[in-house]
């Protein structure tokens, strides 16, 4: 089946500094990659959708100048978060889109800023 | 946007019974997801129903899907300790595919 390898699985920063999560699909291409954040109780809230070798679709509210997404090839998509803050701290999850397999989600990145 | 509601917010039942939660949608869809997630981990895909199916079984799972009236229901039976988790319906449209609220599950042994 198909597997999304998502890095890291939790991330303590401190204010202000920018961190990086990966999101690989492992065994097969995905065109499409899409970025959720989730909040503590709360629901996934879909952040961005990704297209390989262009630029990310972002939602409504999403700052795309703090949240930088690359989709530089068909098996990775990395999300930046720039200047993070506290509020940044949440829950983010990648999903990979896949043609044999539908959707595939990593197990998602903790990240807590101090 | 293609965001699905779960109903209830909360269901709390004793193992052995029965859980079902349900799910609305406002747009037209290609298919229903139901994914489960324990809590703060990532997000295990269960079942999709397309459109087109009324009903699909998966285990101790099962979907209907009525897109007349843009519902959908999850029920798991003989329901286990290990099945406490919230649960999310995902309608999926075109690339489009968002999450509502989630029912959190509490299966008590």
């Known amino acids: 089946g198909a597997v999304v390898s998502q890095h890291p699985s939790w991330v303590i920063c401190k204010s202000g500094t920018s961190v990086k999560i990966e999101c690989r699909s492992l065994d097969f291409q995905a065109t499409t990659m899409f970025w959720y954040r989730q909040f503590p109780k709360q629901s996934l809230m879909l952040m961005a959708t990704s297209n390989e070798g262009s630029k990310a679709t972002y939602e409504q509210g999403v700052e795309k100048d703090k949240f930088l997404i690359n989709h530089a090839s068909l098996t990775l998509s990395t999300l930046t978060v720039t200047s993070a803050h506290p509020e940044d701290s949440s829950f983010y999850i990648c999903s990979a889109l896949g043609d044999r397999y539908g959707y595939t989600f990593g197990s998602g990145t903790r990240l807590t800023v101090v | ?109």
Request: charged share 20%; net charge positive.
């Open chain 2, 1 to 109: 946007s293609q965001q699905g509601e779960e109903d209830p917010q909360a269901l709390s039942i004793q193992e052995g019974e029965n859980a079902t939660m349900n799910c609305s949608y406002k747009t037209s869809i290609n298919n229903l997801q139901w994914y489960r997630q324990n809590s703060g981990r990532g997000l295990v895909h269960l079942i999709l129903i397309r459109s087109n199916e009324r009903e699909k079984h998966s285990g101790r799972l099962r979907v209907t899907l009525d897109t007349s009236k843009k519902s959908s229901s999850l029920l798991i039976t003989a329901s286990r300790a290990a099945d406490t988790a919230s649960y999310f319906c995902a309608p999926y449209n075109n690339n489009d595919m968002r999450f509502g609220a989630g029912t959190r599950l509490t299966v008590k042994p």
